[in-house]
């Protein structure tokens, strides 16, 4: 936009009042203005107000910039997500989480208002009132894409947050089991098996906890996170191909899409883990029949007493009895998944199939994750390079 002049700097009280004749409006003839800026502080701080509000209206900001409160626009920004629909609602509820703790900060401050400064003590507070760096680098991660909106939409002209640095995080050690604990571990479940087997097959807590077995040695033996493994249906298992297509997971919220596009992945099966399916299948539809439904495509593998998906935080709850009933208090299942890839690392498989059957985006993800838990490639690089350099 086109400005008419050096602007106009007027004294009010203690403060100034900064302003620009925009030039006549091409259809009425009047003369536009810019809206009224307030300074505190010296004339020298006023001239270099000045200058700045100049910039920033030669560069493109629309007029009513000065209006909007961070509040204001994260509501706005997070009601453009939902209707989108291309956000998980774990996603939608962690932004709007996020947006919550920082209003509460910076809520009532006009965007034009938070600068590096104002980013550096958010994070600074956050701390002070005990935050983990993880939880204050979530906040920044979404403060971040909240003031990106707002480049984007002309109501400031860069994002302060490109020049601060949130906390470092330290990396989380990895947990797994060794080859031995991984045993005893199948063990534990074989023994779960043989004990329900006793017992009788109609029973449906029984019939659930068989269920529970089977969804454990899944995501032993082929790395699958716990909503992939919930979410498996029969129409994804292929006896014949001995092979599982990951295409979905089940989570809190329902049956959607996996992590992403990498994760829907095919993954082969050992013939232990096959028998085990198969003998499973057939208790499955038995049980099923009783109450009336007719095993198909599209049934879960791993169901609960009605036949349905089953529920992820019940399942996460009959896992923490388990393991420390058997002697594992304080693996998470997702420390399966961990198992499965050092233990394929371990045995010498290549990282790029070990990427595939996790579902990583990319090798190096895969390769930063377990670097630390491949000491023997180390060894092994130091006695080929000596063997060189002798030779």
């Given amino acids: 936009m086109k400005i008419n002049g050096a602007g ?4 009010r009280g203690k403060a100034w009042r900064i302003r620009f004749n925009l030039g006549a409006d091409p259809v009425t003839k009047k ?4 809206p009224w800026r307030t300074v505190h502080g010296t004339k020298a701080d006023a001239l270099a107000a000045s200058a700045e509000y100049r910039r920033e209206i030669e560069g493109g900001l629309r007029l009513d910039a000065d209006k909007v409160t961070f509040a204001g626009f994260a509501e706005w920004y997070l009601s453009q997500r939902r209707s989108q629909g291309s956000f998980a609602p774990a996603t939608l509820t962690h932004d709007s989480n996020q947006i919550k703790l920082l209003n509460k900060l910076i809520g009532d401050a006009v965007l034009s208002e938070i600068d590096v400064i104002t980013v550096s003590n958010i994070n600074a507070t ?3 009132q005990g935050k983990p760096a993880g939880a204050i680098r979530r906040a920044f991660a979404v403060l971040k894409k909240i003031l990106k909106a707002a480049v984007d939409n002309d109501l400031i002209l860069r994002n302060p947050c490109d020049r601060v640095r949130p906390p470092k995080v ?3 050690d990895i947990h797994f089991l060794d080859e031995k604990e991984a045993g005893r571990l199948i063990s534990s479940l074989d023994a779960l098996m043989e004990l329900t087997e006793k017992k009788g097959s109609d029973d449906a807590g029984l019939v659930v ?3 529970r077995a089977v969804a454990t040695r ?8 716990r909503g992939e493994v919930l979410g498996l249906t029969w129409g994804n298992v292929s006896f014949e191909d001995e092979r599982i297509r990951i295409i979905q997971q089940f989570t809190q919220d329902g049956i959607r899409t996996t992590k992403t596009e990498r994760a829907k992945r095919i993954i082969a099966l050992d013939e232990k883990s096959l028998r085990v399916l198969l003998w499973w299948k057939g208790v499955q539809a038995a049980y099923l029949h009783t109450l009336g439904i007719e095993q198909g495509a599209v049934t879960p593998v791993i169901t609960d007493e009605l036949g349905g998906f089953h529920d992820p935080d019940n399942f996460s709850r009959w896992w923490r009895a388990f393991t420390q009933s058997n002697g594992f208090d ?11 890839a050092t233990l394929l690392i371990a045995q010498g498989v290549d990282i790029k199939t070990v990427q595939t059957r996790l579902g990583h985006e990319k090798a190096s993800t895969t390769l930063d994750i377990y ?20 030779a």
């Fill in 218 to 225: 899944l995501a032993l033996v082929t790395g699958a996170r």
């Fill in 209 to 211: 906890l068989k269920s």
């Fill in 170 to 172: 330290n990396k989380p």
């Fill in 371 to 390: 670097a630390g838990v491949m000491p023997g490639k180390d060894r092994e690089a130091a006695r080929v390079v000596g063997a060189l350099l002798s």
């Fill in 8 to 11: 106009t700097i007027e004294r």
């Fill in 330 to 340: 304080g693996l998470r299942f997702h420390d399966l998944r961990h198992t499965q």
């Fill in 126 to 128: 956050l701390g002070n």
């Fill in 31 to 34: 003369y536009r203005y810019s």
